[in-house]
């Protein structure tokens, strides 16, 4: 038995949907604007799903590379084993490593360049780097105590025509006063091995053993910090400034944010504003239904005048044209996110195959030689609601329109 209640504008609207129309043409631009809501929605979910696959894969080369937070000494320091230990009991700390920052220039059979030099324990790197995971050649016990050993980044040793076993000359800017005059410091150093992070870190970024740094800064014994690896790179401030104030002695605290904030910035802008422009397709899809629900209301102005002489109200008239709409944009949106979410899932390993198949490496020449992706289920339903909202209101002109239809007006020619 059929229940006895239904509502009307639900009713007809949807049956409309279903029905065949004696327009095809509204017909095509229904199904038009379906597609295309399909295809702006997928494309944004996949969009926003590459660029934070390529947001996450820059924090973990460069901020692996670089200190996320560093407790620094006003000047150099020893006992530094006790800071170590006292961070690695901080509940949001992973790892921590004392460090010594040296600057030069690098050179090489008449090849020079600038070099950002970092002394590290080999025992305590892995901690708090991701060198180890990127080595190319080389390994980090070979950086002992007075080998003088140094590894370089691949772009650097590349520019500098160096190989593994090669001599190269680190100059420091700090001068020496000799009877012959002022000169800078040099000291030779062994390439030990290479490494590769795929970013600008590449080529300009070179390790040594920390005491032989200690040896060259003349702060032998003495570290200059301790840099952290942290659980929440957003909190690495507040946890270097909260261990540097605990710490007897003179010290301050930095982050990422002071030297890379910039970059992720700029980065953080450029997702934003792909995503606006992005959203217009949505929208434009979206407001495809504003024409083709204008043309149903034009087709079925004879329909709207029998159901207002039978009684229905502006506002029944008005919900079974919102109804009829909304249908399309639901269609659309949830056909868009259900390939937006499968397409961002493979499109790593579509791009493998694509490569494989074209015999090519297409990202061989980027930072990140790899298409990487990382789906955000916020992302999804961000997009999925914008297309929801959209397409609801791109019903409300052509469904208030249809309300005010006259039924003698409109079956005057009937």
């Known amino acids: 038995m059929r229940p006895m209640f239904r509502p009307v504008s639900l009713y007809i609207g949807l049956r409309y949907t279903r029905a065949k129309r004696r327009n095809h043409f509204i017909s095509f631009i229904s199904l038009t604007s379906i597609l295309g809501l399909t295809l702006g929605v997928m494309v944004l979910i996949v969009v926003l799903s590459v660029m934070n696959g390529f947001d996450r894969e820059l924090q973990r ?45 690098l050179s090489n059979k008449g090849a020079v360049d600038s070099a950002f030099i970092s002394g590290i324990h080999p025992d ?22 007075g080998s003088f050993n140094i590894i370089l980044g691949s772009a650097l040793a590349r520019k500098l025509g160096l190989a593994i076993g090669d001599k190269v000359t680190l100059v420091l800017p700090e001068a020496a006063v000799t009877p012959a005059g002022i000169i800078p410091r040099f000291k030779r150093f062994t390439v030990a091995g290479t490494f590769q992070v795929g970013a600008e870190l590449d080529g300009m970024v070179g390790f040594i053993n920390l005491e032989d740094a200690a040896r060259l800064a ?3 014994g003495k570290v200059e910090g301790v840099r952290l ?45 792909m995503a606006l422009l992005l959203l217009l397709i949505v929208a434009v899809a979206a407001f495809n239904i504003v024409s083709s629900l204008v ?34 944009g639901v269609i659309g949106t949830l056909a868009g996110t259900a390939l937006g979410v499968t397409v961002a899932l493979n499109i790593s390993d579509f791009a493998l195959w694509l490569e494989q198949v074209l015999n090519t490496k297409l990202f061989e020449q980027y930072f990140v030689n790899y298409l990487p992706s990382e789906l ?18 791109a019903t409300l002109y052509p469904a208030r329109k249809a309300s005010k239809v006259q039924p003698a007006e409109a079956l005057r020619y009937e």
């Not at 700390?93 to 220039?105: C, D, K």
């Open 376 to 393: 955000r289920w916020e992302n999804v339903i961000f997009v999925s609601g914008m297309g929801f909202l959209m397409s609801f209101a």
């Open 124 to 145: 305590y790197e892995s901690r708090v780097s991701i060198l180890p995971q990127h080595l190319k050649s080389g390994s980090l016990t070979e950086l002992q105590s």
């Open 295 to 328: 043309m149903v209301v034009t087709d079925k102005k004879s329909d709207i005048a029998i159901l207002r002489t039978l009684g229905a109200s502006p506002g029944t008239i008005m919900g079974i044209f919102m109804v009829q709409g909304s249908f399309i």
């Open 218 to 220: 003349r702060m032998k």
């Open 61 to 105: 080369r460069i901020l692996g590379m670089v200190p996320q937070a560093s407790i620094v000494g006003y000047q150099p320091f020893s006992g530094w084993e006790d800071i170590v230990a006292n961070a690695e009991q901080h509940a949001e700390v992973e790892g921590a490593a004392p460090f010594i920052q040296l600057q030069g220039l």
């Open 229 to 273: 690896k942290v659980k929440d790179l957003f909190s690495a401030g507040r946890i270097s400034w909260d261990l540097a104030t605990k710490q007897e002695g003179q010290f301050y605290a930095t982050d990422w944010t002071r030297t890379h904030g910039t970059l992720f910035q700029a980065i953080k802008m450029e997702k934003t504003m």
